[in-house]
């Protein structure tokens, strides 16, 4: 495996200006992320403050219990309760057999980032990753893309669920999903490692309940040996922990949204669009209803004093919410305003590894953490990377394509050009002679139609349709001819696209990890570790 460094630009403008550390972004966050004078300010900053270390590991412990495990986990979780030590964390939804690439990428950019601060700061620095498993947008984890027919087919997952369920409670069907999972394996083709992959996931499957569980399974099968410690966000045990915090946040639930709306106004008067869609009396805080069986968004009615959904037609005065949050405090979980502090308040953390999206919305959170006289943790952006297959990259050679343009444009417009330098110019001059000379008749035809035979004027016109449609369809099949006799260049043309920028979008927003552990072995991801990783905002290019 070789990583290439290139540059290219993101399509996020706040976070390339966050990446350069550019002076106009500065004023929205604590920290620089690439100063270690700031990291050692942060860790100074930390050892002031109380963590619940002993319960936050004896929780950790419990959970990951039946995932795959290490005595690097071991240590991590000592490590976590040891005063000095600090985490890198992160997180993403639990997309099915591990959602989009990108997940993966977070994952690989906390363990990097973590071994990185280790040792530089001569401290113990532990990896979590966060699985957000309180989301409901159930539309967003029950997919993978395959390649198919010279494009990328998505593959939804059969089962699904009848309400708006945290992802951590929605159930999986084990016999389904092995079923499902094979089928698509199995249209990857067989390699050296197929087998041991299948039984590995399917073993997987079978311990899982849920989404959360295969997701938790599948990560800690590839990142084990690094020490990794997973949480999830939708666990009614880890609620327990955050009894107190959900209660400040409660109290706090309208100085939040003021806070929000405040930076917002900030970032749009400096040039830039918001983020988060925040009503004025958002309450930042979902309720799960058993009637409806679904999460509800709470909203503040300043009038009566509580928090309430008009729809669910549900309304709970402070000291009910305050009791709740007490007594089952299961029924309450995070919105994205909310999340980021109650990771701040469970961890000590050194730094937060964000996606583009993230580091954009964060910036309008900095009120809010001022609200609970705290300071954002610094953003670090996460690693992009992009898989460049050895057979991709010797079609690219073939046609002449450059990993740059291709990685920034993919093909479609080189394709194109190519099509165009391939047609017959003696063809598309006589068909361009023939449409001219045919709309020159027409126009003449229905000049002298509508002065002296104004009754056959509409005939006319419509016949001339008939006409212009006929040629349109004769161009059609020309062209058709040509790209079936061009058909093998233009395959490489798609296959390029469909594997480095499918339909025009990065290949960690589309293609899934499974084609390349079928391919490459479980510890492919896990080796990519074994490489140099710097955080300089270039793009890493893995040839394989």
Known sequence: MEILHLTIPATNRFATEYTAQDEKIQP???????HISDLKRRIEELGQRNFSRDKLVSHIS????????????????KKLNDDKSVVVIGGQQAGIMTGPLYSIHKVISI?????????????????????????????????????ENNQMKKLVYPESPNDKKMVSNIAIDSDVCIKWVDDIIESFGETAFTKDIMSFIHKAIEQ???????????????????????????????????????????KAATKMTTAVLENQQRLQADGYA???EISENAANLFYYDEVFKERILLDYNHQTQCFVNTDAKISFTLEEMLTMAET??????????????TQELLFPTLAF??????????????????QFSLKMPPLVPRLNFTILERAIESEMTELGLQLEDVLMNGTEERKNQFLQSVQSKERDEILSELQAKIEESYKQLLAYTSEKEKGMYPLVEKNQALVQKQIAFIQTKFKQSTEQKYTNILSKFDRIQSSVKPDGIPQERVWNGLYFINKYGLSFFS???????PFDGTHKVMKV
Not at 28 to 34: A, P
Not at 120 to 137: K, Q
Not at 328 to 341: A, G, H
Not at 356 to 365: H, N, T, V
């Open 353 to 370: 590894i964000a996606g583009p999206g993230e580091i954009a919305y964060w910036a309008e959170l900095q009120k809010v953490f001022e």
């Open 208 to 250: 899982s309940k849920t989404y959360v569980d295969i997701f938790a399974h599948l990560i800690m099968g590839m990142f084990k040996e690094h020490g990794l410690l997973l949480v999830d966000s939708g666990n009614a045990q880890l609620r327990q922990l955050e009894k107190g915090i959900l209660a400040e946040q409660i």
């Open 527 to 533: 080796r990519i570790l074994d490489h140099e990783l």
């Open 274 to 276: 918001k983020m988060l």
């Open 328 to 341: 089952t405090p299961e029924k309450l979980s995070n919105n994205v305003v909310t999340r980021p502090l």
């Open 111 to 147: 363990i990097a980032f973590a071994k990185e601060k280790e040792r530089e700061l001569n401290i113990p620095v532990v990896p979590v990753f966060w699985i957000a498993g309180e989301d409901h947008d159930y539309q967003e984890v029950n997919h993978i893309y395959r390649y």
């Open 28 to 34: 929205y966050f604590h920290y620089r992320y690439n």
């Open 62 to 77: 419990d959970f990951m219990n039946g995932f795959p495990t290490s005595e690097k986990v071991q240590e991590s979780l």
